[in-house]
Structure formats: C-alpha cells, structure tokens
C-alpha cells in the first residue's frame, strides 16, 4: 500500500534553533518527492520537489534530501524564525500514470516560540 | 504567488441548504483539483478535472458535485450540505508536466473552511 509517513507530528523549537523533519514513504514506482508549507488556515505553498536523481535541493533556509534507496526525504529549517510556525507537509507522486498520482503525509505542525 | 482564488473563505450553514464553493485561477492551467483536508489529517482529493468538460470522481467519496464549463472556473457544489460536510476544501491547479514533475507544479488557493450546523 502506498503511503507517506511524517515525523514527528508536531515539533516545538525557539526562535534561531535549527530543526529536521522527516517524512518516510512506500510509494513505487516514484516520480518525485515535494515538500509544502501550510500555514494555519490558508492553502499549502511549495518549498521543493526533487526527482529520484536528486539527492539534495534547498530553497533559502529550508532545505531537503532525498535517499531514493532508502525512501526517505528530511526538511531541515536553519534558524528558524517565527514565521516558519506552520504545517509542513510531504507528498510524493508515482509514475504509474500520466496524471501521477499524488500521496500526502499528514504534515508535522511546527511551533516556533520567541 | 499563486493567481488562484476561493470564496466564500468561510462559511456557516444549516442542514440542507446547497452551497457553492468558488474556484478560479488566471493561469490558463488544463488540470485542476478538489482536496477536503480535515485538522490533523492529509489531504484527500475528491475531484479532479483535466480540462473544459472533464471531471473524474477522486480517491475520498464525497457527495459533491463538480463542473468545468470554463478554463479558469471549477465550482464545487452540495446539493444538500449535512453536518459531515464539515471541513476544509482545497482547490488547486497544476501546470504541465515538466522534466521534474509529472504532474508539474501544484498551486494551492487559500480554502473554503464550510462548517454545517
């Protein structure tokens, strides 16, 4: 069964404080791995999407990895601020289709306190 | 920034009354997308649609209905909304398919948090 597993489901850090999230799948045959912010209430927002090829991609301070061997992707947030309090979520889509199906972690809720 | 737009953002309702959730977006996308997301929980897509006069049912049952008469439109409608209606529903759209994703890029407007008393 294919399925996205985030960890942990919620995580509190002060303010310039780095932290690492995790996120696990089984999805086969993958296409490509995304992680996305969603702030509380509003739509998700992309951070990053990575092929099987890729190994490591950053976007300011957030950056992901990808062990396609392993199926394990991390987001590491470096002196956090107050603003990257939210929800950040892993989805990872197959090949098996043309549409490429897209499965969603449950999202790990990051608080970040002053 | 994402050019796609929902309203109403929030609504109350009582039993049994039709609503229509408003999607548009201005980025002439093909493929569009209808997500419930309740708190705690991923999201779940109830409607997808590939373009003008195409709409497929999603993964999650949902006793929504949805149309595609206009590029830039994808309304979701509940002929009777119930209690367990309740929740928030995400449209998005996505771009083509490029060497990266084969779904290409995935925009997310802002929500429609129903809630159905």
């Known amino acids: 069964k294919n399925q996205v597993e985030q960890s942990p489901q919620s995580l509190i850090i002060l303010e310039g404080k780095n932290c690492t999230l995790q996120?696990?799948?089984?999805?086969?045959?993958?296409?490509?791995l995304r992680w996305y912010k969603q702030d509380t209430g509003r739509g998700p927002v992309s951070l990053t999407i990575?092929?099987?090829?890729?190994n490591t991609k950053s976007n300011g301070r957030y950056t992901a990895t990808l062990d396609a061997d392993t199926k394990q992707s991390s987001l590491h947030i470096t002196a956090s601020q107050l603003s990257d309090s939210a929800s950040y979520i892993c989805v990872v889509s197959d090949r098996g289709s043309t549409l490429g199906r897209l499965y969603f972690g449950r999202g790990t809720q990051l608080t970040v306190w002053p | 920034e994402a050019d796609i737009y929902q309203t109403p953002r929030y609504l109350v309702i009582g039993t049994g009354k039709k609503i229509t959730l408003e999607c548009s977006q201005t980025?002439?996308?093909?493929?569009m997308y209808w997500y419930q997301q309740d708190p705690g929980m991923e999201l779940h897509l109830i409607h997808y649609?590939?373009?003008?006069?195409?709409?497929e049912k999603g993964d999650l049952s949902s006793e929504s209905t949805v149309s595609r008469i206009r590029t830039e439109h994808f309304p979701l409608t509940l002929e009777s909304a119930r209690p367990s209606h309740t929740s928030q529903y995400l449209c998005?759209?996505?771009?083509?398919?490029?060497?990266?994703?084969?779904?290409?890029?995935?925009?997310f407007g802002e929500g429609s948090r129903l809630t159905v008393l």
């Open positions: 649609s590939y373009g003008v006069n195409s709409t």
């Open positions: 998005a759209s996505s771009d083509p398919p490029n060497r990266i994703a084969n779904t290409g890029e995935l925009f």
């Open positions: 980025m002439g996308h093909d493929k």
């Open positions: 990575m092929t099987f090829s890729e």
């Open positions: 996120c696990n799948y089984t999805v086969s045959p993958f296409s490509n």
